[in-house]
């Protein structure tokens, strides 16, 4: 048992987890996310910056590999508890007031749509201190607004260790934003992400 995952989900009800990355992104979430099971708690959130005019495979590779559904999340779609949704190319992904998803095509943030700042910070409106957020490796700033949001609202703020991440400039600026929960490698965020498995 890890003690000091224990003491951060302490006294927690996670509703939901949100998970950014961008450069690296792809081989981190192949560590973390095939290890979950089909009756995972929440409803998983996953936006990855995928490079302009490049087929979009995510959900299908991740279906190989998982027991959870993995799908784009799509307009107005619920989000489901034991679900992995991926942010569909091309459109910024909010979640709104009543758990369901929708799309925007407002301009891109940070170079990239879809946007992590823009998926987290809805996130944070709608969930408050129920979202459990999680930023990987990148090479940009964003999601250090999305996490700061995250943790404004009374959520957990997770943040892959930046000496370990392929490519630390997402994580250091989530860092220098607002100093997040906890700051983990990849294996001790897998053991988080297993502990709210278990908690249920």
Do not use: W
């Not at 006294?11 to 996310?33: F, N, P, T, W, Y």
């Not at 369901?100 to 946007?115: K, N, Q, T």
């Not at 979202?131 to 990148?138: R, V």
């Not at 949001?149 to 009374?154: D, N």
Request: proline share 7%; aromatic share 4%.
């Amino acid at each position: 048992m890890d003690a000091p995952l224990e003491t951060a989900l302490q006294g927690r009800h996670i509703e939901a987890v949100v998970i950014g990355a961008s450069a690296g992104g792809v081989h981190a979430l192949l560590d973390l996310l095939p290890a979950l099971s089909a009756s995972f708690p929440c409803p998983l959130v996953c936006v990855l910056h995928v490079m302009k005019g490049r087929q979009n495979q995510l959900a299908e590779v991740f279906q190989q590999r998982m027991e959870m559904t993995v799908r784009e999340a799509g307009d107005k779609d619920a989000l489901l508890p034991g679900n992995l949704y991926f942010a569909p190319p091309g459109y910024h992904l909010l979640v709104e007031e009543d758990f369901s998803f929708s799309l925007s095509c407002d301009p891109p943030l940070h170079f990239a749509r879809p946007a992590i700042d823009v998926t987290m910070e809805s996130m944070a409106d709608a969930y408050g201190d129920a979202l459990l957020g999680i930023l990987l490796t990148g090479a940009n700033m964003d999601g250090a607004e999305g996490m700061a949001a995250i943790g404004s609202a009374g959520g957990l703020t997770v943040v892959q260790d930046p000496a370990e991440a392929q490519v630390a400039v997402m994580p250091k600026e989530a860092i220098r934003a607002r100093q997040p929960g906890l700051v983990l490698p990849l294996a001790q965020i897998r053991a988080l992400l297993l502990m709210l498995e278990k908690r249920r």
